[in-house]
């Protein structure tokens, strides 16, 4: 098992050292000049020069990314170009409002997802199958960027019931913290918990086929044990590798739905720092988020050698 | 058939609708340097468009309450502030930063950290006494060297790690020698005689010099004004509080409030709807389609004006450099629907830089100036021909919905327009770097202070910005290096200054190196229970006196 771990974690060294290469090149194809930006209208040139090297733009690209990837390793993700704050001030700002945002929108998507994919797989044409397809239907047929304004204006302009926007931290008031986070989720873990379910169906369904499965029936044992304990159990693997993909769709979703409810989050960050230009928050913004997402799909991994012992042994 | 588009002027005011526009506030007037006393007039400047709500006579400001403000761009204390009032720093630099004087209503200036504030007798030099025991909000005292500290700034901004530029450098330069003669005196020696450095003076926040390091981390923010700057989470918010030793409480009374809490939004949209919800109680700069929802509850006002929105002609490109050319395309925008269909009617139609309380102000110019038959007689007679469309160059995200009036307006006229949205950096950058080819979009402020400042200090009326309108030494630029020299010479408010205004308001039309189509205004949300909200001064750049705000419980 620990040659299993540890053979992943080092395919996973790869991953990060190439996305860092990808995340730096991409920014500098963008077209603008940091310096240009912050030196305003008013500057000369030498200003202007003298703004690149402040900013150390004036190296290199390969030597800005050897110093950036070595301060990097030492911890030192460098300073904002923009408002001249250290970076790891701002990541230390922004991630908690995401992970909080990522983790209760997550839950919400297993906890509707799975058990409606379950159920759907289980009773195939049932009424769970057609509440599933309705309820795929209007979920993924609103993009959450629509979702999360029409909940805007219903629940927090109309009723008034939730903030329309900010972050309360759970440590500081756990009530408002889950009513500042309550319309993002929603907004955000219903659509990926439409994708899910479908994926949880299809694969439970599938498994129901099985002739294990007819073998268990014929026991006598319960649907409820036959589902939970053969059908659920060997649909596990197609489930946790597209829950574990889903992380990627949660970030990702999460820049969308954090803009609409003006959530300080990462994905505010990203987008406000590509705008700015401000390379070295964008660059370790998104090494941060590449990082949880190479991190969840390696704990799926090893999920799998847990969920399934061929794979371990393999 | 002359050129002289002034003539026309008297007959196009009948065109001249009711109030009409702005949508530009929202585009973010990078307000850059800006900078009070005993009040002498104490006249207040009362908002003009929009529904006011100011505070009632009969009632009597209360102490308490948490005032709940938003904006759209985070903090940025790094790019030079307190000497660069970026929109996004405006709260703090109104309610917690001061300068040596200010103008309230007109360019009278009055007191604010100075006790004295004199100029020999031909004003090139000036002698500046500090207001005794006036102290910073952490308890140092303001000395001479603070105030330096400013200048410093703007003269070396790399030696303090500043990354960006100030436009009050230009005044800054002016100053060849600063003395300190005791320690609440100084002296300052102009190159010659200088008529408006008041001007900058009052643009000039004063913040403590040695705790500057901190202020551009926004770990200590030093001001001496009512309210002190408390805490920010970058990305989410600031919290100010009251300054309980402010130096004008007798005077102004106030602060009032227990705490100014600002919310940093990812748009104005969001903005809108957490005003609406009430989550938020003031907004200042939002566009006018979102502030249309809120006219009729009147929650809405406008600051009084700074300036205008403008497409520029690089006037070095052949295909521009003809002025018929340029005031064709001047007649050619329909400014009353800019400012009804796009401003919302908050402010009005006009071709002017010049606010009402400006002595530069001319009546004649708050007309449409919108004539496209004549403007393609112009074309004509200037044989304008188009190998390529010309460019207009803008911030996308600024101004989505004028960009095509603009190319709808032009073509009208025959002038093929190609639109080239760019991001608002890349924008900037373009600005730095003038790199336009032939148009490009942008706002300016600061037309309210003396009009000599106005040419000499904004971006689109310098003389090394001239480029864009013509060699200074080719007949246009002649005459309007010939208006700045005299107006340097004498009194902003002399009858011989006026005359040169008024030479000016006759070359700007016929000139035509901007084309205005709004005015660049600031329009304000303010909610029910705001009170006090209204009183504006002069410098910096129209700022609310939040020292009179107050809520109502």
Known sequence: ?314 | MTNDMNEERLSRRRLLGSAATLGVGAAGLALVGCGDDDAQNGAVATAVGAGPTPTPSTEQPKKGGVLKVGQVADLNLNTGFPAVLLPQNRYFGYSGMESLVRYRDSLLPENVLAERFEYNADRSKLTVTLKPKVTFHNGAKVTPEDVFFGIDLMLDPKKYGVTGSFQLVTFAKFITDKKRVDERTMEFTFDKPRVNMTDFFAQLSVTHAASYEDLKVGKSVQGTGAYMFKSWTPNQGFRLEPNPNWHLTAKEGGPYLDAIEGKIFADQDAMGLAFESGDIELVMGINGTIAKRFRDKKQTRLAPKVGLAYVGCVVTNPMLKDKRVRQALFLALDRKRFAEEIGEGFSPVTVQPWPTNSPAFDKALEAPFYDPARAKDLLKQAGFTQDRPLKIEYSGTAYPIHAPVWKENFEAIGVKIELVPTEANQQTANFTARKFTDMFVAAHAFADLSPLTNFQQTFPYRIPNISYYGEPGGDTGQEYVAIIKELEGVDPASAKAKEGYSRFNKLWPNEAWLLPFQGADRIELVGDKVRGFGEYFLTLSQSPNFAKVWKKT
């Open chain 1, 1 to 314: 098992m620990f040659a299993y771990v540890l053979g992943r974690i080092l395919q996973a060294v790869p991953v990060l050292f190439l996305s860092s290469i990808a995340v730096f090149l991409v920014l500098r194809l963008v077209p603008g000049d940091p310096a240009e930006s912050l030196a305003g209208e008013d500057a000369t040139d030498e200003r202007v020069a003298e703004i690149r090297v402040q900013l150390g733009i004036d190296q290199p690209v390969p030597r800005q990314y050897i110093t950036w990837i070595g301060d990097l390793a030492q911890g030192d993700l460098g300073t904002s170009f923009r408002n001249g704050l250290p970076v790891s001030r701002l990541l230390k700002a922004s991630l908690p409002p995401t992970l909080e945002l990522a983790v209760v929108a997550y839950a919400l998507a297993l906890c509707i997802g799975i058990p409606l994919g379950v159920m759907a797989g289980a009773n195939p044409r049932s009424a769970w199958d057609w509440l599933l397809s309705g309820y795929t239907l209007v979920t993924i047929g609103i993009p959450s960027f629509l979702s999360g304004i029409l909940l805007l204006w219903i629940f927090s302009v109309v009723l008034g019931w939730f903030p329309t926007s900010g972050r309360v931290a759970f440590t500081e008031d756990p009530v408002d913290s889950l009513r500042h986070l309550a319309l993002p989720a929603f907004a955000l873990g219903t659509g990926l918990a439409a994708i899910l379910a479908r994926y949880t169906r299809t694969a439970v369904s599938e498994i129901m086929g099985h002739d294990y499965i007819r073998t268990a029936k014929a026991k006598g044992l319960s649907q409820r044990t036959v589902v939970v304990r053969h059908a659920l159990r060997n649909s596990l693997i197609p489930i946790v590798t597209i829950a574990a993909l889903q992380v990627g769709g949660v970030m990702a979703g999460a820049v969308v739905v954090e803009q609409v409810f003006t959530r300080p989050g990462m994905g505010r960050l990203v987008v406000e720092s590509i705008q700015n230009r401000d390379y070295l928050v964008v660059q370790s913004a998104l090494v941060v988020l590449v990082t949880i997402f190479v991190g969840v799909n390696l704990v799926a991994d090893l999920a799998y050698g847990f969920l399934d012992p061929r794979v371990r042994r393999k």
